[in-house]
């Protein structure tokens, strides 16, 4: 089987999220896409506003209302605790899943760090690599390949869909602003009711 790995803060998910790992997923013949929220980002600056639980429940509720029974959350790095390496993350899937095949999928501006990551050559040998375009970071038919890693470039289909971040959303949720072209449904209604995001 053939699985996707989508992995972040999601802080909180949006529409761009799902809209990756539903395009991904088509465009590569995935069975499965796990949503991975990290437990703390290694290379992320930017402290985390809704707390591990908060943020699975915000996946449980956006995954739920898109009826895609191809995506799924993942609490293994919640779970474990502490910095979340990807490396670690692949060797628990691949000890617990040896026959399938992993996919991780992350946009062009971190493919662009990859060099960056814990063991970048044990990276490459436990998962392929799926890059979609970021704005400001070109078409992923631009991506540097290295030859270590079995790279998969997946271009935008949906204009505006995936130019969405989640700072983005913090930032308009603490202005009192709408979102509802940005985020789920259910996910709003989850923010409002836990006060989450009230001011920046």
Same mark, same amino acid.
């Given at each position: ?44 600056? #930017?402290? !985390? ?5 908060? *943020? ?7 995954? %739920?209302?898109?009826? @895609?029974?191809?995506?799924e959350l993942c609490e293994l790095e919640l779970r474990r605790g502490g910095i979340s390496y990807a490396v670690d993350t692949l ?10 095949e992993f996919i991780w999928i992350l946009g062009a501006d971190q493919w662009a760090r990859i060099g960056a990551w814990r063991e ?20 992923? #038919?631009? !991506? ?5 890693? *079995? ?7 949906? %204009?505006?869909?995936? @130019? ?11 202005r009192g602003e709408d979102v509802s072209a940005w985020v789920p449904d259910k996910v709003i209604e989850y923010i409002r009711e ?7």
């Amino acid at each position: 089987m053939r699985i996707g790995i989508l992995g972040g803060s999601f802080d909180p998910v949006h529409r761009g999220h799902v809209g990756v790992a539903r395009a991904v997923a088509d465009a590569l013949g995935l069975a499965r896409v796990l949503f991975l929220p990290a437990a703390q980002a290694p290379l992320r600056d #930017a402290t !985390v506003r809704a707390s591990g639980a908060q *943020r699975a429940e915000m996946l449980r509720r956006a995954l %739920a209302e898109t009826g @895609d029974r191809r995506l799924e959350l993942c609490e293994l790095e919640l779970r474990r605790g502490g910095i979340s390496y990807a490396v670690d993350t692949l060797r628990a899937l691949r000890a617990e899943l040896p026959a399938d095949e992993f996919i991780w999928i992350l946009g062009a501006d971190q493919w662009a760090r990859i060099g960056a990551w814990r063991e970048p050559e044990e990276l490459a040998r436990l998962a392929g690599w799926a890059v979609y375009e970021r704005p400001g970071y070109g078409d992923p #038919a631009g !991506v540097v390949e290295r030859r270590d890693f *079995r790279l998969h470039r997946v271009a935008s289909n949906a %204009a505006g869909v995936w @130019d969405i971040s989640s700072s983005a959303v913090r930032a308009r949720l603490a202005r009192g602003e709408d979102v509802s072209a940005w985020v789920p449904d259910k996910v709003i209604e989850y923010i409002r009711e836990s006060g989450l995001y009230d001011s920046q």
